[in-house]
């Protein structure tokens, strides 16, 4: 696999679209280049924020940030 | 810490449905990261701010994050799961986690909101595959399908074109698409359906499907880097 392809397989395997056969090649090609393959992998994670981003926001129960807090509370103290 | 900034900032907007009116900031970070993030106000805490008082246990900050991100990761959770009580049950639960993990949680991996999504988008696709409302979920997706066979655009009513800054640009590159990209990236995406299910669902075959994530998800990392030049 040469780096533009696995350019390629890193935009699918940040969603979790690659077959089990494809990760395994994807992984090696991962090992070999390195820190340049981490840094290309992070890169796509932007995609992710994209696609959230690209959504219209849902309104939620103010309830749900009041039970939220509790529970946060709760468990804080000792 | 500034911890009392983090509590005392109240030039920070709620980011309710349909309250945000954020301006998009593409940015690339030193260690080659894009991101599309909406943009603050001045002097309000940034996320990565707001994460390291998480880890510090200052529960207002996860107040704060909330109120910045609660619309967004509903929205994805609602894609995912399709019912509104479950996805609030799911929300307060993913808030919860990222109490508990903002440990594991490292700036030099990636920005808050990207591992928010990507823990949010993670647990709800959990919750939809071990829940029996699978299959209802399918067939109501099929409906959608049906009816709005492009599912990220929708009909121009006056709401929809009071977007966001964000959502609109983000909206236009991916609009952009042909409609069978769109599809199979959402399916991927909001369904964390494998190309072989992909393949399944719409009859298509694998290689076709392959093709056309390679393509769209391309496109739109292109898209996301082209705005990125503009801003």
Partial sequence: ?78 | MRQSKLISSPRRKPSGAGKARKRVRVTKTGARQFSVTPQLEPGAPSDLELMKAIQSENPEALAQLYDRYNGILKALILRVIHNEAEADDLLQEIFMEIWNQAKNFSSQKGKPLGWMVTLARRRAIDGLRKKQAYARAEERLQNETEQQPDAWVHNSTEEEIVLSDTRSLIRNVISGLPPAQQQAIDLAFFRGMSQREIAAKTNTPLGTVKTRLELGLKKIYDGLKELRGEL
């Fill in chain 1, 1 to 78: 696999m040469n780096f533009k392809e696995f350019q390629n397989q890193s935009r699918l395997y940040v969603i979790g679209a690659l077959e089990a056969e494809e990760l395994e090649e994807f992984e090696k090609a991962r090992k070999k280049f390195g820190q340049k393959a981490e840094d290309y992998i992070g890169e796509c994670y932007g995609l992710h924020e994209a696609f959230a981003l690209s959504l219209r926001p849902a309104k939620s129960s103010a309830a749900i940030k009041d039970r939220l807090m509790s529970m946060v509370r709760a468990r804080k103290e000792p």
